[in-house]
């Protein structure tokens, strides 16, 4: 018993978002709101002036690590979409119309494609790329093959690009969840310090304190995942992610994962299609709007449309 740490010694607003974003999240704008409705007595005041800034720093970060992470979704599984047409329609093609030219097993066609289809369909996506960019250099020497080569370059090219962009989201996933969990921290400190003053301050009428706080927040633990929507959405076509459970002002995060661009909007009837009145987001950029910002007043339907007719798109809708 001598090494239990004293109940008061524990920052529960540290324990209960440990894992949990969305539940500090949740507490911080709970406890910022209630500090900015009593910010008329100079004690409270002091509070809010100093906890508002953190509020927003988390909810900044908090925004920018879901749109970091859905944005990666989508370019992986772009460019898996690509890995897969390699293996299971590009090599096929490029084998067959170099057989056309060289027999296979002769000594150029072992030269062009010394391993077969096998490079191309196994290992590492970082070693397909490599292997679809050396085919188009040992194809250049062949001008009966440039029809080819040239799209064996281009496909090598996007593969490429492709990677290169889904690294780069990778690392900012890294980067933003780093920064999340550092502002986290922040703000569970700050509120176990207002704690502290709101406790020397109501010290005689200690309930006084819990108005101050989501206390039914604090008191879970555990993981709590955000509400989600995401997939590929058709070109120029509409669907809809949420059917209720939300109200005029609840917030939602939208990201847009995809290469086309898309519309978000509520409406009053599943199958409704966008009209103007709602958030266009450009590829691989996010918005944070609330319902009423994006529709009438007292919609239930939350839909997306494509605004692109001739390509598929990928749409992505946290509810936060």
């Given at each position: 018993?001598?090494n239990?740490?004293?109940?008061?010694?524990?920052?529960?607003f540290?324990?209960?978002?440990k894992?949990?974003?969305?539940?500090?999240n949740?507490?911080?704008?709970?406890?910022?709101?209630?500090?900015?409705?009593?910010?008329?007595?100079?004690?409270?005041?002091?509070?809010?002036?100093?906890?508002?800034?953190?509020?927003?720093?988390y909810?900044?970060?908090?925004?920018?690590?879901i749109s970091?992470?859905?944005?990666?979704?989508?370019?992986?599984?772009?460019?898996?979409s690509?890995?897969?047409?390699?293996?299971?329609?590009?090599?096929?093609?490029?084998?067959?119309?170099?057989q056309?030219?060289?027999?296979?097993?002769?000594?150029t066609?072992?030269?062009?494609?010394?391993?077969?289809?096998?490079?191309?369909?196994k290992?590492?996506?970082?070693?397909?790329?490599?292997?679809?960019?050396?085919?188009?250099?040992?194809?250049?020497?062949?001008?009966?093959?440039?029809?080819?080569?040239m799209?064996?370059?281009?496909f090598g090219?996007?593969?490429k690009?492709?990677?290169?962009?889904?690294?780069?989201?990778?690392?900012?996933?890294?980067?933003?969840?780093?920064?999340?969990?550092?502002?986290?921290?922040?703000?569970?400190?700050?509120?176990?310090?207002?704690?502290?003053?709101l406790?020397?301050?109501?010290?005689?009428?200690p309930?006084?304190i819990?108005r101050?706080?989501?206390?039914?927040a604090?008191?879970?633990?555990?993981?709590?995942e955000?509400?989600?929507?995401?997939?590929?959405i058709?070109?120029?076509?509409?669907?809809?992610?949420?059917s209720g459970?939300f109200?005029?002002?609840t917030?939602?995060?939208?990201?847009?994962p995809?290469?086309?661009?898309?519309a978000y909007?509520?409406?009053?009837?599943?199958?409704?299609?966008?009209?103007?009145?709602?958030v266009?987001?450009a590829p691989?950029?996010?918005?944070?709007k609330?319902?009423?910002?994006i529709?009438?007043?007292?919609?239930?339907?939350?839909?997306?449309t494509?605004?692109?007719?001739?390509n598929?798109?990928?749409?992505?809708?946290?509810?936060l």
């Amino acid at each position: 018993m001598g090494n239990t740490t004293w109940h008061f010694a524990e920052n529960q607003f540290d324990n209960c978002t440990k894992q949990s974003k969305k539940r500090m999240n949740r507490i911080s704008s709970d406890h910022d709101s209630k500090l900015q409705a009593e910010s008329s007595d100079p004690d409270i005041l002091v509070l809010f002036n100093r906890f508002n800034p953190l509020r927003t720093a988390y909810s900044n970060s908090y925004t920018a690590s879901i749109s970091a992470n859905a944005i990666y979704k989508g370019k992986t599984a772009f460019f898996e979409s690509l890995e897969k047409e390699l293996s299971e329609t590009k090599i096929e093609d490029w084998d067959i119309q170099i057989q056309v030219v060289y027999k296979k097993g002769t000594p150029t066609y072992i030269e062009l494609l010394p391993r077969g289809r096998e490079p191309f369909q196994k290992g590492t996506r970082d070693q397909k790329i490599e292997e679809v960019l050396a085919l188009g250099n040992r194809l250049t020497p062949h001008p009966a093959l440039a029809a080819t080569k040239m799209d064996v370059d281009a496909f090598g090219i996007s593969m490429k690009d492709a990677r290169n962009v889904q690294q780069q989201n990778e690392v900012l996933v890294a980067q933003t969840s780093d920064l999340l969990e550092l502002q986290r921290i922040i703000s569970a400190n700050m509120m176990y310090g207002d704690l502290g003053i709101l406790m020397d301050k109501f010290r005689d009428n200690p309930t006084q304190i819990e108005r101050f706080f989501d206390l039914e927040a604090i008191r879970q633990t555990g993981a709590e995942e955000e509400e989600m929507r995401e997939g590929p959405i058709a070109g120029g076509d509409s669907l809809n992610a949420f059917s209720g459970g939300f109200i005029d002002i609840t917030e939602f995060l939208f990201a847009n994962p995809g290469i086309t661009n898309l519309a978000y909007f509520t409406s009053n009837t599943a199958d409704g299609v966008y009209a103007g009145v709602g958030v266009e987001v450009a590829p691989g950029t996010s918005v944070t709007k609330k319902a009423i910002e994006i529709g009438d007043s007292g919609n239930t339907f939350l839909n997306v449309t494509n605004l692109d007719p001739d390509n598929q798109g990928n749409y992505s809708i946290t509810m936060l």
